[in-house]
């Protein structure tokens, strides 16, 4: 058992909240990009977009496995080996001489990135007692919101003024940072336990969850009925139902689903796989009927989302500080009710919405997120025994790669479906104006289908509970 009771906190947080700055920030950089990058390399929209798929495929098959490596490898060797990973596959994107390499070197960035999601949370959870863990995750909630938050305007910035490999140039002495300071201050507060590794549980994950993630990513791209769709999604679908089955019969699985046992966690991620569809997708749809609709530049609608990124960074350390003073259902229902309405009010948008409505709409959505998001992460691990919390990390990382996988792939045909729909009543469905406006009619009603998904949640967020941590009888080993 590691000693926790005079241990520095806050030189730990810092290597951690570095590390995850500039992991967040990278996630987002490239969207802008993927044009510069399609005339760059000669390639086409389907192949560039490779650089997005690919990064959320590997990091959905890698973080359900983290699990076990944390049990393998120290703290220290975990952070430094993916800050490390991550470091030099942004070298390579920054040097990358044909497209081929530039992928490559994103798919080492994003092994990096899988493995630091769910370490992070988990090294939280382990070295702040439960009263306290609010606040920490609301600093971590802070990062992970601010940093993607400033990546599209960041981007437009670069590559209107600079070449697109000032996007990686900007991120390399960030990650060097990150892994000095990793090095210098960050402990182990991990149990090395090296439990036996089933590698077959680890295949049926592999082709599991990138099954899933994979198919309905190119469900978005392609439509449902394309045999790549169908085969994936099943192929991931039957390898997930074994790999749960597996899990419930080993002494020692490589995701422990007996979490599922402890009512509040099992809420939680329920309720937020259903939340993270519309955010994630969300994400997706605004600069979609920005450019398409209101004929903005990406550099534009980054810019208007910019305000509600920022406001939802700020309001995860005061969401947390709430959490730990009042529990979760004060901050998930009211914050579940704006989420809600704001998708409502995004069911109204046309051509003729004005960029401050706009602007003020993202805005409650983001206020929204940040009362629900990092509390309701916060309430679920913290009914869990230390010995599944970095089980519990991993399949909340988990759920989140799949949910806005879904998520994306479900609005998106959504919005398709809508396009058609009214252009097939248009008088002239050629015209660009009828297009956009049939953009809009598509928009909204993906959007209804956010305002059904959202008052679920808040429906599941009415039985939410504060519950007393199994750790409050050990409370000696977090005293200072």
């Known amino acids: 058992m590691i000693d926790l009771k005079h241990m520095k906190r806050g030189p730990i947080m810092f290597a951690l909240i570095v590390g995850m700055f500039v992991a967040a920030l990278n996630e987002t950089l490239m969207g802008n990009a993927l044009p510069e990058l399609m005339k760059s390399f000669g390639v086409s929209a389907t192949t560039a977009q490779w650089l997005a798929t690919a990064y959320l495929l590997v990091v959905g098959v890698l973080v359900p496995v983290t699990a076990v490596l944390q049990q393998w490898f120290t703290t220290r060797q975990m952070f430094l080996s993916a800050m490390s990973l991550f470091f030099v596959g942004t ?22 990135t899988g493995v630091l999601l769910p370490l992070t949370m988990n090294i939280i959870m382990t070295i702040f007692p439960p009263e306290k863990r609010g606040g920490a995750m609301g600093m971590l909630g802070l990062v992970v919101m601010f940093a993607p938050a400033i990546g599209p305007t960041i981007s437009g910035l670069i590559v209107d003024g600079l070449s697109w490999r000032w996007l990686f140039y900007l991120v390399i002495p960030f990650a060097l940072f990150a892994i000095i300071v990793g090095f210098a201050v960050l402990k182990n507060v991990s149990d090395v336990t090296k439990p036996r590794v089933d590698f077959l549980s680890i295949g049926l994950s592999t082709i599991g969850f990138g099954g899933i993630v994979f198919g309905f990513s190119k469900a978005g791209e392609l439509g449902w009925s394309v045999p790549l769709v169908i085969w994936t999604i099943t192929a991931g679908g039957i390898a997930l139902a074994l790999f749960v089955w597996r899990q419930l019969l080993l002494k020692e699985p490589v995701m422990d689903l007996r979490a599922f046992r402890y009512p509040t966690f099992a809420l939680v991620a329920v309720l937020l796989f259903v939340l993270l569809m519309t955010f994630f997708s969300s994400a997706i749809m605004l600069p979609m ?5 209101l004929l903005m530049t990406a550099f534009q609608s980054g810019l208007i989302l910019l305000p509600g990124g920022i ?8 969401s947390g500080k709430l959490f730990d003073k009042f529990g979760p259902r004060v901050l998930v229902i009211p914050g579940l009710v704006v989420a809600a309405a704001s998708l409502w009010l995004f069911t109204r948008f046309d051509e003729t919405t004005t960029t401050g409505f706009l602007v003020a709409v993202h805005i409650a959505l983001m206020v929204g997120i940040a009362l629900v998001m990092m509390p309701a992460q916060t309430a679920g691990l913290n009914q869990l025994p230390r010995h599944l919390h970095p089980h519990g990390t991993a399949i909340l990382n988990t759920l989140q790669q799949v949910s806005g996988a879904i998520g994306t792939a479900l609005y998106i045909s959504i919005m398709s479906s809508g396009q058609k729909q009214y252009l097939s009543g248009a008088s002239d469905p050629q015209s660009p104006v009828e297009i956009a406006k049939g953009l809009a009619a598509g928009i909204n009603n993906a959007f209804w289908i956010g305002v059904i998904l959202a008052f679920v949640a808040f429906l599941l967020g009415l039985l939410l509970r504060k519950g007393k941590p199994p750790e409050l009888q050990d409370q000696n080993m977090y005293a200072e």
Do not use: D, H, W
Request: aromatic share 6%; proline share 6%; no cysteine.
């Open 91 to 112: 070298v390579i994107s920054a040097v990358s001489p044909e497209f081929g390499v530039l992928l490559i070197g994103r798919i080492i960035q994003a092994i990096g």
């Open 289 to 293: 009927f920005m450019q398409g609709v």
């Open 311 to 318: 406001v939802n960074g700020l309001m995860a350390p005061i």
